[in-house]
Every structure is written in structure tokens, then in C-alpha cells.
């Protein structure tokens, strides 16, 4: 059948299939030489023994694995609550950058001045500006908390970057829509909200998938302003047990998180660029 199937092929498909396979062969050489040279290269450093016994104790793994499992529950809940925020705002952000008529201008100043402003400043100094400053104010419980003003910290600098990834959806719809909408009789408000909004959310879904997961590591930030999350438990087990393993058990953790996540963003980008085509 498949010989059948092959004879049935044309000039351009044989040629294509023996790329593909050629291609497929090629791969597979090259992954299996460098995990090879990886394997047996790595442990005949001088100092592999010392590294090996480290960062890759499997006692101290299994010992601290649970207790990181516990702690990465906290991230989870930053994030859980910071994500809504983040896309709210970066889409009234995104909103005031797009808006049109000359009263709305200090608006526009306004979205233009907070982009520049909280994507310039690394996401490790807004955090502790914010994170230390407000509640240096003298705030009474529970608004000194530092889960309060580090996510607070996050939510405006994700705000920012998800705001100009909204705007470039919106810039992607071609402005003869819009003129079409309105030669309708349709309002600015009703074009946006029924016709442009619609189409560039769904073009920016891929891109806005990546802004979560680097979310997801960043929440790792707030540990130094007090949270007790993965990376703060990791850091106290390695001060208790003198060894850097709990730090790779929290790599672990993250990469079970981040890893799907990230296929998932790739297939939707691949899925949108074959739409296109």
C-alpha cells in the first residue's frame, strides 16, 4: 500500500519526503552526539564530584521536594490574582494609547507615560520601591503587606508590556474595518467593542500566553521583599542543609509548570501563522 502510495507521489512530494527524512536523520545524529559528550564529558571535570554532590543530591531533593511543592502554592495565588488585573488594566491602557479624539489627548499622554515609565524600570526595582516604600508610609495591617504592594508591583509593570502587545492587535486591524463600521452607523465605542477589539484580542492570544509565563517565574521576585514562596523556601533549605539542591527542585517545579505552557504557546502561534498563510 505504501509502495502503492509512493509510486502514486509526484516529482516535488519524493523529493520533499526524502528532506523531510533526511532532515529527521540529521536531528537525531546531532541530539544524540551532544547528549553523549554531555554524559560522559561533564563527569570528567575535575570538579564534577564536588557539583554532583551540590546541586544534584537526590536525599536532599526528596527531603525538601514536598515542603517547595507547598511553598510554589503561594505563587500560584499571586499569579491566580495578579493575571486578571494585568489584562485589565493593560487593555485600558492599551485603550487610552488608541484613543482618537483631541479631549481624550492628556489620556493618551497618560497610557504613553506609564508604558515608558514601568517598562524602562527593571521589574526587580519596582518591586522593591514599591514593595518597601508604601509600606514605609506606616500603613496598619493588613496594608503593609507585602503581598499586597509586590503584586501591586507586578500588576503595573505586566500591565505596561500587555498594554503595547493589545495595541499591536489593535493596530492589526485594518483600518478599513473601522471606516466600514462607522459608514454604518456605528459609534467609536460600538466599532471598538463589536468590530476591533473581537479581532485583535484573538491575534494577540499567542503573545499574551508567553507574558503569563514569564509571570509565572517573575512572582519568584516578591521573595525579597518578605513572601515565603518557592524561591524564599528554596533559599532557607539551602542555609539549613549547605547545599544548592533545593534550588534545582524548585527549577523542577517551575519547568512542569512552564514547559506546557510554553508548547501551548508555541502550537497557537503555529496554528495562527498556517491561518494566515
Known amino acids: 500500500m505504501a509502495d502503492h502510495k509512493a509510486a502514486g507521489m509526484t516529482r516535488r512530494e519524493r523529493y520533499e519526503a526524502h528532506q523531510r527524512r533526511r532532515s529527521l536523520v540529521i536531528a537525531t545524529i546531532s541530539t544524540v552526539t551532544v547528549v553523549a559528550a554531555i554524559y560522559f564529558l561533564v563527569p570528567l571535570a575535575p570538579g564534577w564530584s564536588k557539583v554532583q554532590q551540590s546541586f544534584f543530591n537526590g536525599e536532599t531533593l526528596v527531603k525538601t521536594f514536598p515542603k517547595l511543592l507547598e511553598a510554589f502554592r503561594i505563587n500560584v495565588m499571586i499569579f491566580l490574582w495578579s493575571a486578571p488585573a494585568i489584562a485589565v488594566l493593560g487593555l485600558l491602557i492599551a485603550l487610552a494609547r488608541d484613543a482618537k479624539s483631541p479631549a481624550l489627548f492628556p489620556l493618551r499622554i497618560f ?14 526595582l519596582t518591586v522593591y520601591l514599591i514593595g518597601f516604600g508604601i509600606p514605609g508610609l506606616g ?125 501551548y504557546a508555541d502550537h497557537l502561534m503555529a496554528r495562527q501563522m498556517r491561518e494566515r498563510r
Open 139 to 263: 500603613l496598619p495591617r493588613p496594608w503593609n503587606s507585602p503581598y499586597i504592594w509586590g503584586s501591586l508591583a507586578l500588576i503595573l509593570t505586566y500591565s505596561a508590556y500587555v498594554a503595547e502587545i493589545f495595541r499591536s492587535g489593535i493596530d492589526s486591524v485594518h483600518h478599513s474595518q473601522r471606516a466600514a463600521a462607522l459608514s454604518l452607523g456605528l459609534s467609536e465605542r460600538q466599532v471598538m467593542r463589536d468590530v476591533v477589539l473581537p479581532q485583535a484580542i484573538r491575534n494577540v492570544v499567542p503573545s499574551q500566553m508567553n507574558m503569563l509565563i514569564a509571570l509565572q517565574k517573575d512572582v519568584s521576585l516578591l521573595s525579597f521583599i518578605g513572601p515565603v514562596e518557592i524561591f524564599r523556601q528554596a533559599g532557607v533549605f539551602k542555609s539549613l542543609l549547605a547545599n544548592f539542591t533545593p534550588y534545582v527542585g524548585a527549577a523542577i517545579i517551575f519547568l512542569i509548570v512552564t514547559i506546557p505552557a510554553t508548547r
Open 111 to 124: 497610557g504613553a507615560a506609564f508604558t515608558d515609565i514601568f517598562r524602562g524600570v527593571p521589574v526587580i
